[in-house]
C-alpha cells in the first residue's frame, strides 16, 4: 500500500500542473477574445463547444472518466466564457444596460395608476407610497394599469408583486415580461384582513364570503373553520362595494379596515389572515428605463434551452460575479408546456462592472433575457 502523504504529494504535482496548464489555456482564451472584440463574434459558440467535448471524451479512457472530461471541460470553457465576457466589458462592449440614474423619482404632477377601486390594498399602497401630491386613476385589470404606464396616460403603476404567506402574483409576473415597464421601487403594505359584514349582520349569519383568491389563500384557515362558501371577485374593495348593495346578512367579504370604511359595512372579525406578518410587496413601475441612485436590487427574466443543467449555468454568471441572489421564482413559458421563464433578483446596480458581466453572460446564453428593474 502507498503512503497516503506520498500520493497527496503526488496528487500536490499534478494539481501544480493542471494549475499551469489551465492559466496557458486562458491566456490563449484572451486572444480568443480579443479577436471576438475585433471581429463582433459571440463569446459563446456552442457548435465549438459541442464539438470539442464529443472530441474529449473519446480520449479518455473509459466511460467513467469521459464523464468526468465532459464536466470538467465544461467548467473550464464557461470559466472561459465568464473571462471573455469581463475582458469585452472592459473594453466598452455592452457594458452600459442603459439606466438614467436619478436621485429621487420625478413626481410632480405624477399621475399614478392602481388596479380596483378606492378601498383596494393597492390604492392604500399607492397612497402610502406618493402621498397626496400626485394624481391617481384607478382601472380594472393589472394590464390596463400597464397599459396606462406604456401609453403614458400614467406615470407610475402601483402593483401587488408577492405576498409573504399566498406568494407570487402570477399576472403581474407575467405582464413584467410582456410589456417594456420597468420596476423603479418597491414598497411593502401590512395586510390585516377584515370579516365584513352589512349593518346589523353577525358572524353565526355568514353563509357565504366574497372575495379575491389571494385574500381566501391568506385566510383559508379561518374561513375553511367556519365552512362558508368562498365566491370569487375581482378585489377586495370590489367585494366590500358588492356586499354593501346587497341587503344580504348572509353574506360576507373579505376586506382592509380602509374598504369597510369606505363602503359602509360592520367588521365582524379583525385580522383573519393566518400570518401575523402577513405582507404585501408592491411594484412601483414606470416606462422609464431610470434606476434610484440609492437602487440595490436588479430583476431579470430569461428562457433557456430545456437542458440538463441549463439554470445552473445561469445562476453561475451571478455566483462568479460575486453577486447575493434575493429572490428566484419560475412561470410557465406559454404554448411551451412544461417549460418556465425564470425571475432571478439580485443584489447590485445597473452600472456596476460585476453586475454588467453576469447580465453580459445571462443575455449572451440564455435564449431570452430581459432586465426588468433596477430599485
Ligand atoms: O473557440 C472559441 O471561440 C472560444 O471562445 C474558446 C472557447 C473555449 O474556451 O474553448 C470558449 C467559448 C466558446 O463558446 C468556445 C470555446
Given at each position: 500500500?502507498?503512503?497516503?502523504?506520498?500520493?497527496?504529494?503526488?496528487?500536490?504535482?499534478?494539481?501544480?500542473?493542471?494549475?499551469?496548464?489551465?492559466?496557458?489555456?486562458?491566456?490563449?482564451?484572451?486572444?480568443?477574445?480579443?479577436?471576438?472584440?475585433?471581429?463582433?463574434?459571440?463569446?459563446?459558440?456552442?457548435?465549438?463547444?459541442?464539438?470539442?467535448?464529443?472530441?474529449?471524451?473519446?480520449?479518455?479512457?473509459?466511460?467513467?472518466?469521459?464523464?468526468?472530461?465532459?464536466?470538467?471541460?465544461?467548467?473550464?470553457?464557461?470559466?472561459?466564457?465568464?473571462?471573455?465576457?469581463?475582458?469585452?466589458?472592459?473594453?466598452?462592449?455592452?457594458?452600459?444596460?442603459?439606466?438614467?440614474?436619478?436621485?429621487?423619482?420625478?413626481?410632480?404632477?405624477a399621475t399614478v395608476v392602481y388596479q380596483g377601486i378606492p378601498?383596494a390594498y393597492s390604492q392604500?399602497a399607492a397612497t402610502?407610497y406618493f402621498?397626496?401630491?400626485v394624481n391617481y386613476v384607478n382601472v380594472t385589470t393589472f394590464r390596463e394599469a400597464m397599459k396606462y404606464v406604456r401609453d403614458g396616460k400614467a406615470d407610475y403603476a402601483v402593483l401587488p408583486f408577492?405576498?409573504?404567506?399566498?406568494?407570487?402574483v402570477?399576472d403581474v409576473y407575467d405582464l413584467l415580461?410582456e410589456f417594456q415597464n420597468y420596476i423603479v421601487?418597491?414598497f411593502?403594505?401590512?395586510?390585516?384582513?377584515?370579516?365584513?359584514?352589512?349593518?346589523?349582520?353577525?358572524?353565526?349569519?355568514?353563509?357565504?364570503?366574497?372575495?379575491?383568491?389571494?385574500?381566501?389563500?391568506?385566510?383559508?384557515?379561518?374561513?375553511?373553520?367556519?365552512?362558508?362558501?368562498?365566491?370569487?371577485?375581482a378585489n377586495?374593495a370590489i367585494?366590500?362595494?358588492?356586499?354593501?348593495?346587497?341587503?344580504?346578512?348572509?353574506?360576507?367579504?373579505?376586506?382592509?379596515?380602509?374598504?369597510?370604511?369606505?363602503?359602509?359595512?360592520?367588521?365582524?372579525?379583525?385580522?383573519?389572515?393566518?400570518?401575523?406578518?402577513?405582507?404585501?410587496?408592491f411594484i412601483i413601475i414606470s416606462r422609464?428605463?431610470?434606476?434610484?441612485?440609492?437602487?440595490?436590487?436588479?430583476?431579470?427574466?430569461?428562457?433557456?434551452?430545456?437542458?440538463?443543467?441549463?439554470?445552473?449555468?445561469?445562476?453561475?454568471?451571478?455566483?462568479?460575479?460575486?453577486?447575493?441572489?434575493?429572490?428566484?421564482?419560475?412561470?410557465?413559458?406559454?404554448?411551451?408546456?412544461?417549460?418556465?421563464?425564470?425571475?432571478?433578483?439580485?443584489?447590485?446596480?445597473?452600472?456596476?462592472?460585476?453586475?454588467?458581466?453576469?447580465?453580459?453572460?445571462?443575455?449572451?446564453?440564455?435564449?431570452?433575457?430581459?432586465?426588468?428593474?433596477?430599485?
Open positions: 500500500m502507498k503512503d497516503l502523504l506520498e500520493s497527496r504529494k503526488e496528487i500536490d504535482e499534478i494539481d501544480d500542473s493542471i494549475i499551469r496548464l489551465f492559466e496557458k489555456r486562458m491566456e490563449v482564451c484572451k486572444n480568443v477574445a480579443e479577436y471576438k472584440l475585433r471581429t463582433g463574434k459571440p463569446v459563446l459558440d456552442r457548435q465549438r463547444e459541442l464539438d470539442k467535448i464529443a472530441t474529449l471524451k473519446t480520449k479518455a479512457s473509459d466511460d467513467f472518466y469521459a464523464h468526468g472530461v465532459e464536466e470538467l471541460f465544461e467548467q473550464i470553457m464557461a470559466m472561459s466564457r465568464k473571462m471573455q465576457y469581463k475582458l469585452l466589458n472592459e473594453e466598452g462592449v455592452n457594458n452600459d444596460i442603459g439606466f438614467d440614474i436619478v436621485d429621487k423619482l420625478p413626481t410632480e404632477d378601498g392604500q402610502e402621498g397626496d401630491k408577492e405576498n409573504s404567506s399566498a406568494g407570487i402570477t415580461v421601487d418597491t411593502d403594505v401590512k395586510i390585516e384582513h377584515c370579516l365584513c359584514g352589512i349593518s346589523g349582520a353577525t358572524i353565526d349569519d355568514i353563509k357565504d364570503v366574497y372575495s379575491h383568491p389571494q385574500a381566501f389563500m391568506q385566510s383559508n384557515k379561518f374561513i375553511e373553520e367556519h365552512g362558508w362558501g368562498k365566491v370569487n371577485l377586495t367585494s366590500a362595494r358588492y356586499i354593501s348593495e346587497q341587503s344580504d346578512k348572509s353574506r360576507g367579504c373579505i376586506a382592509s379596515e380602509n374598504a369597510a370604511n369606505i363602503y359602509g359595512l360592520n367588521i365582524l372579525h379583525k385580522g383573519i389572515n393566518f400570518n401575523d406578518s402577513n405582507t404585501t410587496q422609464q428605463r431610470v434606476a434610484r441612485r440609492d437602487a440595490g436590487l436588479i430583476c431579470i427574466s430569461f428562457e433557456m434551452p430545456h437542458a440538463s443543467g441549463t439554470l445552473y449555468q445561469m445562476l453561475s454568471h451571478i455566483i462568479y460575479n460575486d453577486l447575493n441572489m434575493t429572490r428566484i421564482q419560475s412561470r410557465p413559458v406559454p404554448d411551451k408546456n412544461w417549460e418556465y421563464r425564470f425571475y432571478v433578483e439580485f443584489e447590485g446596480r445597473a452600472n456596476q462592472p460585476g453586475v454588467v458581466n453576469a447580465l453580459s453572460g445571462i443575455n449572451a446564453e440564455a435564449l431570452n433575457m430581459k432586465i426588468l428593474g433596477n430599485y
